[in-house]
């Protein structure tokens, strides 16, 4: 069965650090989406960034980006210079047969 | 161009009454999930529908709930005899494309139930 997990129940930042969330899963598949999602107190589940495992380069979107490390099993996300909306829960979730699969989580607080 | 759009936004029901909870995809999507987030959890996946199909309901409690997606209209997330531990967000998201090949799911906001 696939699993993801995510270590970290909370973390925190000072306002323009960077910061690094991390993820591992576990699948047998050789290919696959991976996906971390952001969700405000709003609750809206946001997508903030895509890695596809069949692709060696880590995928980046603007101040987010993935260190992907597929023997490993290991999805980790890198938000640099932290802004007080990054504050939320960010999800890491695995795609599988369509559905997602997801972590537990991890809370971002991003300080001033 | 609208996103997914669930509602109510928030529902509240009595312990043994009937909740139902819509999601109209995005238009154009034919690939309708339905996911359910416990406090301080994250989201587990219930069900999988294309229109008129139940693809995947390994995720679905096999008492109480059902789901559907007819031709016309919105994907229905039915929980009869509603107990507390029913009370939870339940998001609903779509995708214009089946399996692993796919861009992301759009999410709707969510309904919270509340089961009093």
């Known amino acids: 069965a696939q699993t993801v997990t995510q270590s970290q129940p909370e973390m925190s930042v000072q306002e323009a650090e960077t910061v690094t969330l991390s993820c591992t899963y576990d699948?047998?598949?050789?290919?696959?989406?991976l996906f971390w999602y952001k969700q405000p107190p709003s609750r809206q589940m946001i997508l903030v960034i895509r890695q596809e495992a069949y692709k060696q380069q880590n995928a980046t979107e603007n101040r987010f980006s993935v260190n992907f490390q597929k023997a490993a099993k290991s999805f980790s996300l890198k938000i640099s210079d932290s802004q007080l909306g990054d504050t939320a829960m960010y999800f890491c979730?695995?795609?599988?047969?369509?559905?997602?699969?997801f972590g537990q989580g991890t809370e971002l607080s991003v300080k001033p | 161009n609208a996103g997914v759009m669930q509602n109510p936004r928030h529902l509240v029901r009595r312990r043994g009454q009937e909740a139902r909870l819509r999601c109209s995809p995005v238009?154009?999507?034919?690939?309708v999930y339905w996911y359910r987030q416990l406090p301080e959890e994250g989201l587990k996946f219930m069900v999988y529908?294309?229109?008129?199909?139940?693809?995947?309901e390994s995720g679905m409690p096999k008492e109480r709930f059902s789901a559907e997606f007819p031709k016309e209209g919105p994907s229905i997330l039915r929980i009869q005899q509603v107990v507390r531990g029913d009370s939870a967000a339940y998001f609903c998201a779509s995708s214009p494309l089946l399996g692993q090949g796919g861009p992301e799911a759009f999410f709707g906001q969510g309904t919270r139930l509340t089961v009093v």
């Open positions: 529908l294309q229109k008129e199909n139940i693809i995947d």
């Open positions: 238009k154009g999507h034919s690939h």
């Open positions: 979730a695995f795609m599988t047969e369509g559905k997602l699969i």
């Open positions: 699948t047998s598949e050789n290919n696959y989406y």
